[in-house]
């Protein structure tokens, strides 16, 4: 089992930038996948960025590509979501997964959320 919390939400103006971080707890391998997912109120949840446990691969849907950064820091735990550039469109609650690293975008265990809110 893995546990995951996220934290760094909040409202920022169009323009600016937030940090969102996810403390991961259990059993995490190496070859785990960490992912960002994001739901805007009447939309589906979508992919935004992912990376291997280890940080040597990143992996980014096109609409946050130049502007969003995922990262880990493994001697914490944690990984963390730099999204700079935000656009009123960022707006949502943004979810950290984990997966066995098998795809990209299917991952198994999920975090509550963090609701990011990005006024114009």
């Known amino acids: 089992q893995v546990q995951l919390v996220e934290s760094g939400g909040g409202l920022v103006q169009a323009g600016g930038s937030l940090r969102l971080s996810c403390a991961a707890s259990g059993r995490i391998f190496s070859s785990y996948a960490m992912g960002w997912f994001r739901q805007a109120p009447g939309k589906e949840r979508e992919f935004v960025a992912a990376i291997s446990w280890s940080g040597g691969s990143t992996y980014y849907t096109d609409s946050v590509k130049g502007r969003f950064t995922i990262c880990t820091d493994n001697a914490k735990n944690m990984v963390h979501l730099q999204m700079n550039s935000l656009k009123p469109e960022d707006t949502a609650v943004y979810y950290c997964?984990?997966?066995?690293?098998?795809?990209?975008?299917?991952?198994?265990?999920w975090g509550q959320g963090t609701q990011v809110t990005v006024s114009s």
């Open positions: 997964a984990a997966g066995d690293g098998s795809s990209w975008t299917e991952y198994a265990y």
